[in-house]
């Protein structure tokens, strides 16, 4: 008698499970999509837009822009070739470059002007050349030899 429970229950369960598979439909093929969304607040905004052929190609962007000026702007495609994104950014501490298959244009300052915008003002006393930390009494001799 167990042996008929035990079997019953197995028999339940891949009943259930098949009902769960078979209430979305068949999912063996793609479905072509498209959504966009932008969203907005006192911090900023960002968004996204994307759509599917279907086959094998999606293309889309996003962006965020930050209430302090960042911004960042992502058109890409994907396809069976892979994941092919053009970036647009003001961030500090990028650079415009082509690594792989991704673009990266950026209009961020770079070098010594970036670490200025990014510190807020020159720098002070305790940095030494190249931007190293110098210790105290290091700092006090370094300006009276100057």
């Known amino acids: 008698m167990p042996q008929f429970f035990t079997l019953a229950?197995?028999?339940?369960?891949?009943?259930?499970?098949q009902a769960?598979?078979?209430?979305?439909?068949?999912?063996?093929?793609?479905t072509p999509y498209e959504y966009?969304?932008?969203?907005?607040?006192?911090?900023?905004?960002?968004?996204?837009?994307?759509?599917?052929?279907?086959?094998?190609?999606?293309?889309?962007n996003y962006f965020l822009k930050l209430a302090d000026g960042r911004e960042r702007h992502v058109t890409y495609?994907?396809?069976?070739?892979?994941?092919?994104?053009?970036i647009q950014t003001n961030e500090l501490g990028t650079e415009?470059?082509?690594?792989?298959?991704a673009v990266y244009v950026s209009s961020a300052p770079s070098g010594p002007d970036a670490a200025i915008q990014a510190y807020g003002g020159p720098f002070p006393e305790s940095i030494g050349q190249g931007g190293r930390p110098i210790q105290a009494g290091?700092?006090?001799?370094?300006?009276?030899s100057s």
């Open 20 to 30: 769960v598979v078979n209430q979305y439909g068949d999912l063996s093929q793609p």
């Open 36 to 60: 966009a969304y932008t969203s907005e607040s006192d911090e900023g905004s960002h968004g996204h837009s994307e759509r599917f052929d279907g086959t094998s190609r999606a293309e889309g």
């Open 138 to 144: 290091a700092a006090a001799a370094a300006a009276k």
């Open 77 to 86: 495609t994907a396809d069976e070739n892979g994941f092919h994104p053009e």
């Open 9 to 17: 229950a197995f028999v339940a369960v891949a009943a259930a499970q």
């Open 96 to 101: 415009s470059k082509n690594p792989g298959d």
